[in-house]
């Protein structure tokens, strides 16, 4: 980690010296309480942080520490199901502990670090491997079974070890390389976009159980589709109801600002 101080303090923008050797977008924890913040320029000495949470009466001259890593989401069993903000705090989890005011500084797990998840492993090592390759399964939940694979910044290798059926929380070791050790769950950087080797043709509709879409604006799995229209006309309503009916496994809902 590296340790710097606060120069100047403009809203949510702060300014802090001694963080050059940090990277840029890196995650730093500012103030006294800690708050979560991001690197978003490096000028010489000088590092301007964008502080994700109320730093109503920071200080100059408190101290800012960069984690020596950029701002990523933790991802593996356990998320579906959770509700987070935008820095992956579980609110659930904090609502129980603080009640309904989030406060600044307050931080918990993402993930369950104490749940064990039944894992069933697909292939016997020792053997290759290389990023996007299945080692097991999960049953994340009823009806979701969750593929474990080799993460995109694990180096293709040899794997030379692989964890037997049984339970495991997303800390515990399941699998090892000549390079590395290998998790359920692994971070990544969220300004960096997921690899993938091709896009899949849509070939099916996507039944959203509302007639007038699925009649005259037919949607396709794996496509996309926006809902225009000024306040009132039902847009975020449609989308409510597209999410209870559609066929789909799993919904994602992403709330941001008025309406997700």
Same mark, same amino acid.
């Given at each position: *980690?590296?340790?710097g101080?606060?120069?100047? @303090?403009?809203?949510p923008?702060?300014?802090?010296?001694?963080?050059?050797?940090?990277?840029?977008y890196?995650? #730093?924890e @500012?103030g006294e &309480?800690?708050?979560i913040?991001?690197?978003?320029?490096?000028?010489?000495?000088?590092?301007?942080?964008?502080?994700y949470?109320?730093?109503?009466? *920071?200080?100059?001259?408190? &101290?800012?520490v960069?984690?020596? $890593?950029?701002?990523?989401?933790?991802l593996g069993?356990?998320?579906?199901?959770?509700?987070?903000?935008?820095? =992956?705090?579980?609110l659930?989890?904090?609502f %129980?502990?603080?009640?309904?005011?989030?406060?600044p500084?307050?931080?918990?797990?993402?993930?369950?670090?104490?749940?064990? +998840?039944?894992?069933?492993p697909?292939?016997?090592?020792?053997?290759?491997?290389?990023?996007? *390759?299945?080692l097991?399964?999960?049953?994340?939940?009823? !009806?979701?079974?969750?593929?474990?694979l080799?993460?995109?910044?694990v &180096?293709?290798?040899?794997?030379?070890s !692989?964890?037997?059926?049984?339970?495991?929380t997303?800390?515990?070791?399941?699998g090892?390389?000549?390079?590395?050790?290998?998790?359920?769950?692994?971070? +990544?950087?969220?300004?960096?976009?997921?690899?993938?080797?091709?896009?899949? =043709? *849509?070939?099916?509709?996507?039944?959203?159980? =509302?007639?007038?879409? %699925?009649?005259?604006?037919?949607?396709?799995k794996?496509?996309?589709?926006?809902?225009?229209?000024g306040?009132g006309?039902?847009?975020t $309503?449609? =989308?409510h109801a597209?999410?209870?009916?559609? %066929?789909?496994?799993v919904? #994602?809902?992403?709330?941001?600002?008025?309406?997700?």
């Amino acid at each position: *980690m590296i340790e710097g101080s606060i120069t100047r @303090v403009s809203g949510p923008v702060v300014e802090a010296i001694g963080l050059s050797s940090a990277g840029l977008y890196d995650v #730093v924890e @500012v103030g006294e &309480k800690r708050l979560i913040g991001e690197i978003i320029r490096l000028k010489d000495e000088k590092a301007t942080v964008q502080v994700y949470e109320n730093n109503t009466g *920071m200080r100059v001259g408190e &101290k800012v520490v960069a984690l020596g $890593m950029p701002l990523s989401a933790y991802l593996g069993p356990g998320l579906i199901g959770e509700i987070y903000d935008g820095i =992956q705090r579980p609110l659930k989890e904090l609502f %129980d502990g603080t009640g309904s005011f989030l406060h600044p500084g307050v931080k918990d797990h993402p993930l369950n670090l104490e749940k064990k +998840w039944h894992f069933v492993p697909a292939i016997t090592a020792p053997c290759e491997v290389a990023p996007g *390759m299945l080692l097991g399964t999960v049953q994340e939940s009823v !009806l979701i079974l969750h593929k474990v694979l080799v993460p995109p910044n694990v &180096k293709p290798g040899r794997l030379l070890s !692989l964890a037997p059926e049984g339970d495991y929380t997303i800390e515990e070791e399941i699998g090892k390389t000549d390079a590395e050790s290998i998790f359920l769950a692994h971070h +990544w950087p969220v300004r960096r976009p997921r690899p993938y080797v091709g896009k899949l =043709q *849509m070939s099916e509709p996507l039944i959203t159980g =509302q007639r007038v879409i %699925d009649v005259f604006f037919p949607l396709s799995k794996g496509g996309t589709a926006a809902i225009p229209g000024g306040f009132g006309t039902g847009k975020t $309503m449609t =989308q409510h109801a597209i999410a209870k009916r559609c %066929d789909a496994d799993v919904i #994602v809902y992403i709330g941001c600002g008025e309406r997700g």
